[in-house]
């Protein structure tokens, strides 16, 4: 498995303002292997980016060493793809349409994508009708899939705080729905433990769809108030001796990237040596 950062985790990613350079030679500095890059609607790296900008940034990333290999999306919270409002769906579409241009410009093998939103306490305001959400979803999969097959990038659906596919079974069936082996799941630990489940059932029961993975910690502190918050990797709930065994018995090789946030001075030290202690506990049972 490839030990990997999120642009996010670096100083100022979350605004897509951090220099790329940069944040490649802070990720080789801390003893990362890769980088996952994010696009949005505007900063360093937008969906209006040309191809040669894109082939520039390649450049560094071929310079710096480090593996590059997915492009993460969070526009899905500002365009919602299952929206009731058909105009946002169709901004939706075609802004993770030019994503999926511009992870093929950049040598990017996947594209993390949000498949809609239902409900959400990321966006309060949302609140969509599970059916017509699921069919939206599809219609919207339907539309990239055309461009990711087109450009060989690979369309990861992230299990994410958005109300949608919170159960593996349903999850594996929509995927499945499609019969195309450039869709998948990109399987976020952290997320999974946040709505009551367990990583590794999901890991099992997802197995191949699986494509991508994203790693965060989460601490469960339920009680009368019920508490819920997301924390560093060895501090909370994550079973990650069951969790790497999981990886391990699907056969998943690919970049585990540490989603981290928000930046602090020392978060990709600590982030760093407390992703050596769980890789090489998975490597050595």
């Known amino acids: 498995m490839i030990k990997a950062i999120s642009y996010w985790s670096m100083k100022d990613g979350l605004a897509n303002t951090h220099p790329i350079d940069d944040a490649l030679s802070q990720a080789k500095a801390h003893g990362f292997e890769g980088l996952e890059l994010a ?6 790296l937008h969906i209006e980016t040309t191809q ?12 710096s060493g480090l593996a590059v290999q997915t492009l993460a999306s969070g526009m899905s919270w500002a365009f919602n793809p299952v929206s009731d409002d058909p105009d946002v769906r169709a901004r939706a579409v075609a802004a993770h349409d030019a994503a999926l241009q511009r ?8 594209l993390l994508f949000v498949p809609g939103v239902v409900n959400s306490p990321i966006s309060p305001d949302e609140h969509i009708r599970y059916d017509h959400a699921v069919e939206r979803a599809h219609d919207a999969v339907a539309q990239l899939l055309e461009t990711a097959e087109r450009v060989g990038v690979d369309l ?17 069936a929509f995927i499945d729905g499609f019969n195309s082996d450039r869709l998948g799941v990109y399987f976020d630990v952290g997320n999974c433990l946040g709505y009551q489940q367990y990583p590794p059932h999901w890991i099992e029961l997802l197995g191949s769809r699986i494509k991508r993975i994203h790693i965060k910690g989460f601490k469960d502190e339920f009680g009368f108030e ?35 946030m928000p930046w602090s001075e020392h978060l990709l030290a600590q982030v760093s ?11 050595a049972t």
């Open 39 to 44: 696009i949005g609607t505007e900063g360093v």
């Open 52 to 63: 040669a900008g894109c082939e520039a940034i390649r450049g560094q990333i071929d310079a």
């Open 103 to 110: 992870a093929a410009w950049l040598g990017c093998d996947a």
């Open 156 to 172: 990861c659906i992230e299990n994410v705080w958005n109300g949608l596919f919170y159960s593996p079974l349903e999850l594996a």
């Open 226 to 260: 019920g508490r819920y918050a997301f924390c560093g990797l060895l501090e909370g709930d994550v079973p990650w001796t069951q969790t790497m065994a999981a990886l391990r018995g699907i056969g998943y090789d690919k970049t585990v990237v540490a989603e981290m």
């Open 273 to 283: 040596s407390d992703m050596d202690q769980i890789l090489a506990a998975s490597a």
